[in-house]
């Protein structure tokens, strides 16, 4: 999937991806293993829930994108200063894929949220705590 351009960076031969999701992984299982080690996404029940709500055509739309945006340089993530250029800034293909993911307007927002609430659970516990943290002032 990934080759070498001429400036020794890695980047993702599209086409070549697409066309090898398209004809070897047919069944759900398959496709998410193979979308979770290309992304390096861990979270593969977040995977499976997307693969539950959207289409398989879309879930390659995403990626098509992801793939062709990450080749283009990446997405800058939110909470940087955009003068900055290092590509510690930019968000990982797995970042981007599920950026592209929440941005869609192919997905409702309650579609949204189906797909990522225990995301959303583990922040708001993890902002519970440190709140009751803070409030120690220790």
Do not use: H, M, P
Not at 116 to 137: C, Q
């Amino acid at each position: 999937g990934k080759e070498v351009n001429l400036n020794g960076e890695y980047i993702y031969n599209v086409e070549k991806i697409l066309v090898e999701c398209e004809a070897k992984y047919n069944d759900k299982n398959s496709f998410i293993e193979y979308l979770s080690k290309l992304l390096n996404e861990k979270q593969k029940d977040l995977l499976l829930r997307l693969y539950s709500i959207a289409e398989k055509q879309f879930i390659l739309s995403i990626l098509e994108k992801t793939l062709k945006v990450i080749n283009e340089g990446g997405i800058t993530k939110n909470n940087v200063n955009s003068q900055t250029d290092s590509k510690e800034n930019v968000r990982t293909v797995s970042g981007t894929f599920l950026y592209l993911i929440k941005q869609s307007d192919v997905l409702s927002k309650k579609d949204i949220k189906r797909i990522f609430w225990r995301n959303n659970a583990k922040k708001k516990e993890k902002k519970k705590f440190n709140n009751k943290f803070d409030k120690l002032n220790i």
